[in-house]
């Protein structure tokens, strides 16, 4: 049972697009949502949080949006850069349920960034 | 550098070898998790630490696979009589209570395992 579900395996986009990537849960305890970057033969990047008492967080180029009521996340990364070619993936943690912070990740997309 | 390490980096072995990982923390984080991530897929929960103490195992965790904090420091991983199915990235990852946002979590590089 996938309880983060990145539904797109794969974008492309041109350099100064903008780039969404896009997160579904199933789990309503999840209160906090984190998305990292990884590079081949790295472990992966912490990039921008957000939580469940939010629904807009802001760091430079990334905006992380969550929707509760749909259980829907995305990542904007304006303008893109070649740079930010990576899979990104969408992770989600539940404290409530004393699940000890373990983050529960989805599938990932590949990000690709065209110059 | 004073980020999470991992060693060895990249481990082939044969099928019924036992292996052992480390990984040493962040030097204030007191939480420690291990995780699996194979082909396609995303980084998948196997145990955490608080300080020494091992509070949860998922059931991922096979009876092959233990895992240990001795003072609170450093981590192993060890699996038993390895299969082809243990291939995978292992990767730890840490967090602390100092740090700003007791969610984040810190990765190291990973492990590559091949079991031939």
């Known amino acids: 049972d996938q309880q983060v579900k990145q539904n797109s395996p794969s974008l492309s986009v041109q350099e100064g697009r903008i780039s969404i990537l896009n997160c579904d849960y199933t789990n309503s305890m999840f209160d906090y949502f984190l998305w990292y970057k990884k590079y081949p033969a790295e472990g992966p990047t912490f990039l921008i949080s957000?939580?469940?008492?939010?629904d807009k967080n802001e760091d430079g180029r990334f905006t992380v949006f969550l929707n509760k009521s749909a259980k829907h996340l995305s990542l904007h990364i304006v303008p893109s850069q070649p740079g930010d070619s990576a899979v990104y993936f969408c992770?989600?943690?539940?404290?409530?349920?004393?699940?000890?912070?373990?983050?529960?990740f989805g599938k990932g997309t590949l990000l690709t960034v065209n110059p | 550098d004073t980020g999470v390490s991992q060693d060895p980096r990249h481990k082939i072995t044969k099928r019924g070898q036992n292996v052992t990982f480390r990984c040493d923390p962040i030097s204030e984080h007191n939480r420690l998790y291990w995780y699996r991530q194979t082909l396609g897929q995303g980084p998948e929960f196997l145990t955490y630490f608080q300080n020494e103490a091992q509070l949860e195992k998922s059931r991922l965790l096979s009876d092959r696979f233990s895992a240990e904090r001795p003072k609170g420091s450093f981590s192993t991983l060890e699996i038993q009589r390895t299969e082809q199915g243990d291939s995978a990235m292992y990767l730890c990852?840490?967090?602390?209570?100092?740090?700003?946002?007791?969610?984040?979590?810190?990765f190291g590089p990973g492990t590559r395992l091949t079991v031939l």
């Open positions: 990852a840490t967090g602390g209570l100092a740090h700003k946002n007791y969610n984040e979590q810190f």
């Open positions: 957000i939580s469940s008492i939010k």
């Open positions: 992770a989600a943690s539940d404290y409530s349920g004393g699940s000890n912070y373990k983050l529960t």
